[in-house]
C-alpha cells in the first residue's frame, strides 16, 4: 500500500512539474515579440518590405501595450485637452483605416472614420478594433504595386508620392506609440516588451550565493 501511494505521489509530482515547465514555455512564446527583421515579411519584398516591418513591430507593440492597460483607465488623460487611452488607440486604428486609401486601399464599408476615435471606451472594442486596423494596413501594403511608389499626389498644398504616404504613415504611428507609452509610464504600467527585457536581465544574473 504504502509503496503504491509512493509512486501515485511521485507520479502526481511528476506531471505538476512538466505541467509547469510547459506552462512556461507557452508563456515565453505568448510574450516574444515579433521580429521581421529575422523572420521576413512575406508577401512583400523591397521598400515595402521596410515598411511593413514597421508596421508589424508597432502593431505588435501597440496592442500588447493596448492589452496591459488596465481596462478602469481606457479614459485616463493626462490633462483636459489630450486624447484618452481609448482615444489615442482610436485615432490610430482611424489613421489606419483613412490613410492607406491613398495608397490604394480604400477602407471597408461601414465603418465610421469621423466618429471611430470616440466610439467607445470599452477595452476589449477598442484592442479589436486596433488589432482589425493593422490587419487593413498590412493588407493595404501587400496589395501595393512597386510600380505605384512613385506615383505623385498633391499633399498639404505641395507634393508628395505614395512612397512618401508610406513614410508618414509610419511616422505619425510612431509618434503615437511614444505618446501611448509616456501615458503607460504616467500611471504605472511598464510596457510589456521592457517587462520582457528586465526578466532577461534578471536571469542572466548570477546568485549573489554562488559567488561565496
Known amino acids: 500500500m504504502r509503496r503504491t501511494l509512493k509512486a501515485f505521489c511521485s507520479s502526481l509530482f511528476g506531471l ?3 505541467g509547469l515547465i510547459l506552462l512556461a514555455v507557452g508563456a ?3 510574450a516574444a515579440q515579433v521580429n521581421p527583421y529575422k523572420e521576413g515579411t512575406p508577401g ?7 515598411v511593413m516591418a514597421e508596421v508589424m513591430v508597432q502593431e505588435d507593440k501597440l496592442t500588447r501595450l493596448a492589452e496591459a492597460i488596465p481596462a478602469d483607465k481606457y479614459t485616463w488623460r493626462p490633462s483636459s485637452d489630450s486624447r484618452s487611452f481609448a482615444e489615442v488607440f482610436l485615432h490610430i486604428a482611424a489613421a489606419n483605416y483613412n490613410l492607406y486609401k491613398l495608397v490604394g486601399t480604400p477602407p471597408p464599408s461601414g465603418i465610421d472614420l469621423k466618429g471611430i476615435e470616440k466610439s467607445t471606451t470599452d477595452k ?5 478594433t486596433l488589432k ?11 496589395a501595393m504595386p512597386d510600380s505605384d511608389l512613385d506615383k505623385s499626389m498633391d499633399w498639404f498644398g505641395g507634393k508628395n508620392t505614395e512612397r512618401g504616404i508610406l513614410l508618414f504613415i509610419v511616422r505619425h504611428t510612431a509618434e503615437h506609440l511614444g505618446q501611448s507609452i509616456a501615458y503607460a509610464r504616467m500611471i504605472g504600467v511598464v510596457p510589456p516588451w521592457t517587462e520582457d527585457q528586465q526578466k532577461k536581465q534578471s536571469e542572466k544574473k548570477p546568485d549573489s550565493r554562488e559567488k561565496q
Open 124 to 128: 476589449a472594442k477598442v484592442v479589436a
Open 16 to 18: 505538476s512539474v512538466v
Open 132 to 142: 482589425d486596423s493593422f490587419a487593413h494596413a498590412k493588407q493595404a501594403i501587400r
Open 44 to 50: 512583400v519584398t523591397g521598400y515595402r518590405s521596410e
Open 28 to 30: 515565453n512564446v505568448v
